[in-house]
């Protein structure tokens, strides 16, 4: 006999669903930690911490210095990370060298933190070749079609577990991503193998302009895992201790030959869309920037390091000049590198290119082009 | 007439559209309240309503889904894919369904269905925004592709295309969307879908082209006739059918022809062009048919675009050759 009413009691399902996914929270607004057993349990060092915090500073310095180069036209496409620190560096440093990064157009930072050089990451804005280029980086380029990264991410992730390794695929998309037939493909997919992925959904309200409760009516993006199979999980976006938590029990999980893991994270992208001509406030207002500023993460955490004596103003202020100093070198290094030939494109498209190509090359190479 | 931008032209068309027939509804990923990302749509979803203006997921495979699906409720869908490069999304429903669907319902049931989309280099967009994917398209029986090159025609095709009851793939240049200004006549008309236009008449040379490349070619053809050159240039409008009798007249006329493209060599629409021409006019012609396009590469990330994509220089270059051939 089956609970006939019951399951056919469609209102209490959503209610049910909407409580199905508490949000993890450790450090609070004002940088005090709600969840002590879960820090204490988690067992993070001092130096763990000041190097969180010391990514998400790089990570903003960066976003400052990359907007304003686009703003000046030497940079091409650019996407602000502001108000995703947490989300994306605090994520990314669960992750080992190891693992391989499948990144979108937005999460250059985490790019960056694996080790991709800052000059690479600029040319890649620029549209010159040499910034695709991944170098030893367990890195993709910045995924332009949304989703994509979630099916090769699940194909990373079987390969790695077919080769018994001990490393995992993470990827990241949006809450405009989340809608993707890819993003689930790659889901349910990397979940029917068990493979070892990790996945991220970073929630920031928008995609471009269109608000997240149009991308779906699901009451929360981290239920589209439960179709897939695989265990998912809510955390502020903006506290940076949630985040590098359960990115580190995700991988934990996923490493052990668990299956991969969901991670929606909710944040807020307090700047425009790209730097091409997006203006936020034709879709939002000015005060709900504002109240999200104040779960800024990098607030947060430089008050709870503050209060553990690990971090100062003196330290923050050198620490930002130390990060100013390498971009300038970054900025020069870029501008130094020679100019692209359509010979090359022609090169870079097939190994062994035909005669029609073959003769288009030396076309332009007698153009020194 | 007003003079006004391409772009103006597409949003005035859209607007007469949803005006005159309460079954049009135009939809895709921010087209809504902001009005697209090149602000197509700007101002349609406040004066019709977010029923008939809407943004909808970012999934492109459902818009063009739905868009079939709603064709069912007798509506008339204009969906836009935001990139020409994002297509590939949503190339099952166009290419599998839309396309074939009047055949596999035995012409009992129309599609009436636009997808519009920007394509087009030189603007200096990330990668897979500019891609000149026209051929692709062309190669679907099924599929009426459409690709203006001027304001006028911008308006007068779309409202056509809109009209129409096959589906109809409508591809917006987007370097022309603000950097083009010309008349463009008031109030409703279309201009006939399939039917190419001389776009300048001349006696030695025809110029074969179509969409962003058109504006190319007639600047090359201003500089040859500084030469002494006189260059016919037709403007397909129509990539898919080709009207290939408004080429036929021209190729008679001036027995030399050159087709130029913005898409590379094996991608674009030359080919068919080309294969038309010697087919039909081979008698006609006193020289091999000329090619103006980008070379066979992957569509190069912004940098190199301008040194990558065809310039009249290259146009000008070719028709020279074409015309000096005996
Ligand atoms: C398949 C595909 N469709 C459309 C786009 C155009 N586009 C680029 S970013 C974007 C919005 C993405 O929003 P979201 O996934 O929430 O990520 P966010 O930009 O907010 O980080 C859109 C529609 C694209 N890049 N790829």
């Given at each position: 006999m089956t609970k006939?009413?019951?399951?056919?009691?469609?209102?209490?399902?959503?209610?049910?669903?909407?409580?199905?996914?508490?949000?993890?929270?450790?450090?609070?607004?004002?940088?005090?930690?709600?969840?002590?057993?879960?820090?204490?349990?988690?067992?993070?060092?001092?130096?763990?911490?000041?190097?969180?915090?010391?990514?998400?500073?790089?990570?903003?310095?960066?976003?400052?210095?990359?907007?304003?180069?686009?703003?000046?036209?030497?940079?091409?496409?650019?996407?602000?990370?502001?108000?995703?620190?947490?989300?994306?560096?605090?994520?990314?440093?669960?992750?080992?060298?190891?693992?391989?990064?499948?990144?979108?157009?937005?999460?250059?930072?985490?790019?960056?933190?694996?080790?991709?050089?800052?000059?690479?990451?600029?040319?890649?804005?620029?549209?010159?070749?040499?910034?695709?280029?991944?170098?030893?980086?367990?890195?993709?380029?910045?995924?332009?079609?949304?989703?994509?990264?979630?099916?090769?991410?699940?194909?990373?992730?079987?390969?790695?577990?077919?080769?018994?390794?001990?490393?995992?695929?993470?990827?990241?998309?949006?809450?405009?991503?989340?809608?993707?037939?890819?993003?689930?493909?790659?889901?349910?997919?990397?979940?029917?193998?068990?493979?070892?992925?990790?996945?991220?959904?970073?929630?920031?309200?928008?995609?471009?302009?269109?608000?997240?409760?149009?991308?779906s009516s699901a009451p929360h993006l981290a239920s589209k895992g439960w179709g897939a199979g695989i265990p998912s999980i809510v955390v502020d976006g903006m506290d940076a201790l949630a985040c590098y938590i359960a990115a580190k029990k995700a991988r934990e999980w996923a490493v052990s030959g668990n299956g991969p893991v969901l991670i929606e994270t909710l944040c807020d992208r307090l700047e425009p869309h790209s730097m091409s001509g997006d203006d936020p406030l034709r879709y939002r207002t000015k005060e709900d920037i504002e109240a999200w500023y104040k779960k800024d993460p990098l607030i947060r955490m430089r008050i709870f390091l503050e209060g553990k004596g690990l971090w100062s103003t003196d330290i923050e202020e050198k620490y930002m000049a130390e990060v100013n100093s390498e971009i300038d070198d970054a900025v020069k290094q870029a501008d130094n590198v020679p100019k692209q030939k359509v010979s090359d494109f022609i090169k870079n498209t097939f190994e062994q290119p035909g005669f029609i190509m073959e003769e288009q090359i030396k076309k332009f190479e007698g153009e020194g082009k | 007439m007003a003079v006004k931008t391409y772009i103006a032209a597409i949003t005035e068309a859209l607007d007469l559209a949803l005006e005159r027939d309460e079954n049009v509804l135009v939809f895709g990923e921010d087209v809504g309240e902001n009005g697209g990302v090149f602000r197509a749509t700007e101002g349609l979803n406040a004066k019709y309503g977010k029923d008939r203006v809407f943004n909808t997921p970012l999934a492109e495979s459902a818009i063009g889904g739905m868009a079939i699906g709603l064709t069912t409720e007798d509506f008339r869908p204009v969906m836009e894919i935001q990139f020409f490069g994002f297509i590939f999304e949503v190339m099952d429903s166009i290419a599998a369904q839309m396309a074939r669907n009047r055949f596999r319902f035995s012409a009992t049931k129309q599609f009436p269905i636009v997808v519009r989309s920007p394509y087009g280099g030189g603007t200096h967009t990330p990668?897979?925004?500019?891609?000149?994917?026209?051929?692709?398209?062309?190669?679907?029986?099924?599929?009426?592709?459409?690709?203006?090159?001027?304001?006028?025609?911008?308006?007068?095709?779309?409202?056509?295309?809109?009209?129409?009851?096959?589906?109809?793939?409508?591809?917006?240049?987007?370097?022309?969307?603000?950097?083009?200004?010309?008349?463009?006549?008031?109030?409703?008309?279309?201009?006939?879908?399939?039917?190419?236009?001389?776009?300048?008449?001349?006696?030695?040379i025809t110029i074969v082209s179509y969409g962003g490349m058109v504006g190319n070619c007639l600047k090359a053809a201003e500089n040859l006739e500084k030469e002494g050159i006189s260059v016919e240039v037709i403007d397909l409008r129509t990539v898919s059918p080709i009207d290939v009798e408004t080429i036929g007249k021209s190729v008679e006329k001036t027995g030399r022809v050159v087709v130029a493209q913005e898409a590379q060599r094996q991608a674009g629409i030359a080919s068919s062009i080309m294969a038309e021409i010697s087919e039909r006019f081979i008698l006609s012609l006193k020289a091999p048919i000329g090619r103006v396009s980008a070379p066979d590469s992957v569509y190069p990330f912004s940098m190199a675009e301008n040194d990558w994509l065809p310039q009249v220089d290259d146009v000008v270059a070719k028709v020279k050759e074409i015309v000096e051939y005996d």
């Open positions: 006939g009413l019951e399951i056919l009691d469609f209102k209490k399902q959503m209610e049910a669903q909407d409580l199905e996914f508490p949000t993890l929270e450790v450090l609070d607004n004002d940088g005090k930690l709600v969840d002590q057993e879960l820090f204490d349990e988690a067992g993070i060092s001092d130096d763990d911490l000041v190097n969180i915090m010391k990514l998400m500073i790089r990570q903003y310095v960066l976003n400052e210095r990359s907007t304003k180069l686009a703003k000046q036209g030497r940079l091409g496409f650019v996407a602000p990370t502001r108000g995703q620190e947490a989300s994306q560096s605090a994520t990314s440093y669960a992750f080992t060298d190891d693992d391989f990064l499948m990144p979108g157009y937005r999460d250059i930072p985490q790019m960056i933190n694996k080790g991709f050089p800052i000059y690479k990451a600029f040319l890649w804005s620029r549209g010159h070749q040499i910034g695709n280029q991944m170098g030893d980086v367990k890195t993709w380029f910045p995924q332009i079609i949304i989703g994509a990264q979630f099916v090769q991410a699940a194909g990373i992730a079987l390969g790695m577990k077919m080769r018994g390794k001990k490393s995992v695929a993470y990827t990241y998309t949006g809450d405009g991503g989340s809608s993707q037939g890819d993003t689930y493909e790659g889901m349910n997919t990397a979940g029917a193998y068990k493979a070892n992925a990790v996945f991220f959904i970073q929630n920031n309200g928008f995609a471009i302009s269109t608000p997240r409760n149009l991308q | 990668e897979m925004h500019a891609d000149n994917l026209e051929g692709l398209m062309a190669q679907t029986p099924g599929l009426r592709v459409v690709m203006p090159s001027n304001p006028a025609d911008a308006k007068g095709l779309l409202l056509a295309a809109i009209e129409s009851n096959d589906p109809v793939i409508y591809l917006e240049n987007l370097k022309l969307y603000r950097s083009v200004k010309a008349e463009v006549p008031e109030g409703y008309y279309t201009t006939p879908l399939d039917k190419a236009a001389v776009a300048r008449e001349g006696s030695d």
